[in-house]
């Protein structure tokens, strides 16, 4: 939302960013959910749509790891992390 949207839609504080993803939840069916497979099988399912998840690792007998993250959060990262950075 943040990257995507005007300036005025841009959500202010975290309880805007819950409020949006549980309508948008609520819309698509998947608030309520109990069952982690299905759950998981829909991130897989959407990985090549979503530009923010950009692994997911299933291996047997551990839980899966989702790795997501944007450009702009690892080059602030790469960024604040340099020796250089006051």
Do not use: W
């Not at 998981?40 to 950009?54: A, D, M, S, T």
């Amino acid at each position: 939302m943040v990257t995507d949207a005007d300036s005025f839609a841009k959500p202010r504080d975290q309880k805007q960013v819950r409020n949006v993803a549980h309508k948008v939840g609520v819309r698509k069916g998947a608030i309520g959910t109990s069952n982690e497979a299905d759950e998981l099988q829909r991130i897989i399912g959407n990985i090549h749509e979503n530009r923010f998840v950009k692994e997911v690792c299933v291996r047997s007998g551990r839980s899966p790891v989702i790795i997501a993250y944007t450009d702009d959060q690892i080059s602030d990262l790469k960024r604040f992390s340099a020796a250089s950075t006051p």
